[in-house]
């Protein structure tokens, strides 16, 4: 038949690279990024069982101890081995950081395709609630939520969870109107689609790379944010460890126990400093040209 | 007996009122004065079951708004769109949902308009999908009966779209766009972005489907070669308006309006033999935020005088089924 | 007027303006060699307007930038290499290699003896300079003329290309201008020099019918009155037919068959220019009857990937062994038409 298309598709399929081969070419930031990633990965997954010691354990007589075969990073103001509160309170750390990742990027997804497929008012006022949490410095409206509701966990997880949500929502929101326009969302459309169908079976897939990368961005600066409020004390509250608590509790010590701060402050800076490095190369193999 | 050899049933199956589709272009500021971009006035037409409708015409024109705005994919700011006999304005949206089924659109851009992330199969079962229709197995078959109706191999169901070139992306847009059986295809540019080869290709598939299938089409392009070799009837649209709509032979030999005849000296002849300065029609088409007054043509027409400016010119048949919008004619 | 038919045997003591020798382009890209153009071969005498034509890939576009030096050495893009010889003379007497010129060299020419408009107007314009400044620019850096004699002379050639309102043009800015007018006066700034050869690469191709007509008017006006020389690139064979003393038909990066337009639209020679002139539709005489079109089946090859032999023989119904096997060298018609093809007597 003269209507046969009989010529293979015009372009083959182009043979995958090896995944090992892939790792071994990235560069040597990357790499290091990686491996520090997966280390302290494992050691807060299993941290039960890599601390030397149990973190809650106060020991009056050791306090302030420096370095030892016993104490790796010494002990603190009262006794509690530095090593293994700084590796709980990794887990803590991270712990509240992913969780605010998770929720802010799901609240900025909703907000963000609702102004941006609805339209309208909704997009609006949407629009506008973004404006104000660029407007006002989120660090004063927790602080604010904080002395409102009280220095308890759940407080600082609920607030946490509204943070930087306005990131993930406006970028959201101006993807789904460039993709609005794109003929083969209009298609769905046109083939009777409702609504919600093209927004979650269309819109959101092609903004996956997009939203993962925005993931990987916000995840150290969540971490921040959480030390920042612990290490002016009123966010996680003692017993429990995280990084920042631990710096400003140490903030007392440094002159006669420095290791109390600079653990858990280098932790910090080297944990977000490799998720930098992280995000910005998913940002860069991210960025596909969808070769036509 | 039309020149497809079918019955044409004389009964149209869409018919327009007085359509308008304005754009307001949003303003970047609140309040500051925002251009209204009549796309579309005033356009009253009928197309007959069966036939392939030309709509051409060149930027600024409408051709494109139209054809949307018959199948409401963008709302009509005023007017009314009749889809056998039912009015589409004025249903509700799973009722349009569900007409959907009937009337179908193949875009211009192959490259944009396939899901990156879809493969082939999914991409033509989608609209079988929405509308729940048929089994895993039933919904396969059809698939490859589709891939085959538009001279694609079977096999090719489970690739993606970046594999494969502009002219088979048209076919399987084609093909998406017949899975649910439609009576009506609107083709809008549809092998404009094609090269020639190809092109003439899709244009014999889409001649060969509409007379299968027994498709109502309406064919919009700028290319009136194109045009003239497929249709039955064609309609001039010039700033939103329809300027001249006759059947094939009337309006290309016989061509009535000042632009319609404007429009056909205009097109290069693919014959070196015939070279003749081309009698062109001095300035710019204007822009579709402030057409002119009264004929929207009377700015580049030869035969303008100061009545033009006065009226917008009635739409009348100087003889039958040749509709005119010119009162020079 | 324009109904003038050249002779394909140019007099041997008129030298072309432009030879194109055995040209090659190729990129490196990360996915492989894209193998833009495979061996152009063609001249353009003085005054001669030549349109090359062909569909996506065949390397027009391409051959048209290496004429330019805009790929290469000192060029936009480097990845690409380029062999091959490009003579051009522009008419005092010297001839110039353009692949081997140093780029100071080359610089003194484009713009002033060579000079080039593109597709999109609305892109080749600089949005942030007036077009009055744009058209002053070329003749201040090559002419070194000044200011105010720089926009005097933009006004002759704005008023040469038919433009209405010269002053409000000449101070507007590009955006300001409707895609017609944009053309105009790419147009002005590529002829205020007066070059001996003008590229235009796909210049009617974004423009409404109208507007077209009025841009190949004034195209057919400049052949006319100055000597210049047209390379025309394009894939519109209705406007190939109006503008084109020759015709270069590109495939897959070879110049498969050149000729007058007479000679390659009354008789063509390759079997891919017959197979392109079947693909248009008829222009219809009253009365008769559409007839079914009779495409070339298949696609453009990919030039990453091109077949063995000769590159059209995966969609020519009349390829054989030899085809398949091996390239084809270039015969010459008594009509003094070049065809590319194995087969091409057999199939008159």
Redesign the interface.
Same mark, same amino acid.
Do not use: C, M, T, W
């Given at each position: 038949m003269e209507n046969q298309d009989s010529t293979a598709p015009a372009k083959a399929h182009v043979t995958k690279k090896s995944f090992w081969k892939k790792i071994r070419e990235l560069r040597p930031s990357v790499k290091f990024s990686l491996v520090i990633i997966i280390v302290l990965s494992f050691m807060t997954i299993f941290a039960e069982w890599v601390v030397p010691h149990d973190p809650y354990e106060p020991d009056l007589l050791f306090r302030n101890k420096p370095p030892s075969l016993q104490n790796v990073l010494g002990t603190d103001q009262i006794g509690r081995d530095t090593l293994s509160r700084t590796i709980y309170a990794i887990r803590t750390s991270v712990g509240i950081a992913l969780y605010g990742v998770f929720s802010a990027t799901f609240i900025g997804i909703m907000m963000g395709i609702s102004a941006g497929f609805i339209g309208g008012w909704t997009d609006r006022i949407i629009s506008s609630i973004i404006d104000f949490f660029y407007a006002v410095p989120y660090l004063l409206m927790m602080l604010v939520g904080i002395v409102i509701l009280g220095r308890e966990t759940w407080v600082l997880i609920v607030l946490i969870s509204f943070a930087r949500w306005h990131d993930t929502a406006r970028l959201v929101r101006g993807q789904v109107f460039s993709l609005r326009e794109v003929p083969a969302i209009e298609a769905a459309v046109a083939l009777g689609s409702s609504r919600w169908r093209v927004a979650f079976r269309h819109i959101l897939p092609n903004l996956t790379s997009i939203i993962v990368v925005d993931m990987s961005i916000k995840f150290p600066s969540l971490i921040l944010l959480e030390s920042t409020l612990s290490f002016l004390g009123v966010g996680v509250q003692p017993p429990i460890a995280s990084l920042g608590s631990m710096v400003g509790a140490g903030r007392n010590y440094l002159i006669n126990n420095p290791i109390l701060c600079l653990a858990p402050a280098l932790t910090m800076v080297t944990i977000v400093m490799c998720f930098q490095v992280l995000g910005d190369w998913i940002r860069d193999t991210s960025d596909v040209r969808y070769s036509d | 007996m039309d020149?497809k050899g079918i019955l044409m049933d004389s009964t149209p199956i869409v018919v327009t009122k007085n359509l308008c589709k304005w754009h307001t272009s949003r303003s970047l500021f609140y309040g500051s004065k925002k251009g209204v971009v009549k796309a579309v006035q005033d356009v009253s037409l009928s197309i007959n079951t069966g036939e392939t409708l030309g709509l051409v015409g060149? $930027?600024g024109s409408g051709k494109t708004t139209l054809g949307r705005t018959i199948?409401q994919?963008e709302k009509p700011t005023s007017g009314i769109v009749q889809f056998k006999g039912r009015d589409l304005t004025t249903i509700t949206k799973k009722q349009l949902?569900?007409? *959907?089924?009937e009337m179908?659109?193949v875009?211009? %851009?192959p490259?944009? &308009?396939?899901?990156? *992330?879809m493969n082939v199969g999914d991409i033509i079962s989608?609209?079988l999908d929405?509308?729940k229709l048929g089994t895993k197995d039933e919904r396969r078959e059809r698939v490859e009966e589709l891939l085959g109706v538009?001279?694609?191999?079977p096999e090719?169901s489970v *690739?993606y779209p970046?594999?494969? $070139?502009g002219?088979?992306r048209q076919?399987i $847009?084609i093909a998406?766009a017949l899975a +649910?059986n439609p009576d009506f295809l609107v083709a809008d540019e549809a092998v404009s972005a094609l %090269?020639? $080869?190809? *092109?003439?290709?899709v244009?014999?598939?889409l001649?060969?489907l509409s007379k299968e299938f027994g498709l109502t089409m309406v064919f919009i392009s700028?290319d009136?070669?194109?045009v003239?070799?497929?249709s039955d009837r064609v309609a001039v649209m010039y700033l939103g308006r329809i300027m001249e709509l006759a059947d094939k032979?009337t309006l290309?030999?016989r061509p009535k309006h000042p632009y319609t005849q @404007? +429009?056909l000296? @205009?097109?290069?002849?693919?014959?070196? &033999?015939q070279?003749e300065?081309?009698r062109?029609?001095?300035g %710019?088409?204007p822009s579709p935020v402030n057409p002119p007054s009264g004929c929207v043509f009377r700015t580049r027409c030869p035969k303008a005088i100061d009545d033009c400016s006065a009226v917008v010119p009635e739409s009348r048949e100087i003889e039958p089924g040749h509709f005119v919008a010119c009162i020079r004619v | 007027m324009s109904s003038e038919i050249l002779s394909t045997h140019r007099d041997d003591t008129e030298e072309a303006v432009l030879e194109i020798r055995d040209l090659r382009v190729s990129f490196e890209m990360d996915t492989g060699t894209v193998k833009a153009v495979n061996g152009a071969n063609f001249n353009i005498g003085r005054g001669e307007t030549v349109c090359v034509v062909g569909e996506t890939g065949a390397g027009k576009s391409v051959t048209a930038f290496s004429v330019m030096r805009l790929l290469g050495a000192g060029g936009v893009s480097q990845r690409a290499s380029l062999d091959g010889d490009i003579v051009f003379r522009p008419g005092d007497g010297k001839e110039y290699h353009i692949l081997s010129l140093e780029t100071q060299e080359m610089l003194a020419i484009r713009g002033r003896h060579i000079s080039m408009i593109y597709q999109e107007p609305m892109n080749s314009l600089n949005p942030v300079y007036s077009c009055g400044d744009q058209i002053a620019e070329v003749l201040v850096y090559h002419d070194q003329k000044t200011k105010k004699e720089a926009m005097s002379a933009a006004e002759e050639i704005l008023d040469l290309v038919g433009i209405p309102d010269i002053r409000r043009v000449l101070k507007s800015y590009p955006h300001e201008l409707s895609g017609g007018m944009q053309q105009r006066v790419m147009i002005a700034m590529a002829l205020v020099l007066h070059p001996t050869l003008l590229i235009t690469d796909e210049p009617t191709t974004a423009i409404d019918v109208t507007i077209q007509a009025q841009i190949l008017n004034l195209l057919q006006q400049i052949q006319q009155t100055s000597g210049t020389s047209i390379l025309f690139i394009t894939h519109d064979v209705s406007v190939v037919a109006q503008i084109a003393d020759r015709v270069v038909v590109m495939y897959a990066g070879y110049t498969v068959e050149i000729g007058s337009v007479y000679d390659v639209f009354r008789n063509p020679l390759h079997p891919y220019t017959k197979g392109l002139l079947k693909s248009i539709p008829k222009q219809l005489k009253p009365g008769e009857k559409p007839e079914r079109l009779r495409p070339i089946p298949g696609t453009v090859p990919n030039p990453a990937a091109l077949p063995s032999g000769c590159p059209f023989h995966t969609r020519c119904d009349s390829a054989d062994e030899r085809c398949r096997e091996s390239m084809p060298g270039i015969d010459t018609a008594e009509t003094g038409q070049t065809v590319m093809c194995w087969r091409w007597q057999e199939l008159q």
């Open positions: - | 020149q060149e $930027s199948l994919l949902q569900a007409l *959907r089924q179908q659109i875009f211009q %851009d490259y944009a &308009s396939l899901e990156a *992330r989608e609209g929405i509308h538009v001279g694609l191999a090719y *690739r970046h594999e494969f $070139s002219g088979q076919r $847009s998406r +649910l %090269d020639i $080869s190809v *092109r003439a290709q244009i014999n598939l001649i060969d700028h009136l070669s194109v003239q070799h497929i032979e290309y030999n @404007a +429009l000296e @205009a097109v290069p002849k693919p014959d070196p &033999s070279r300065k081309f062109v029609l001095s %710019d088409i | -």
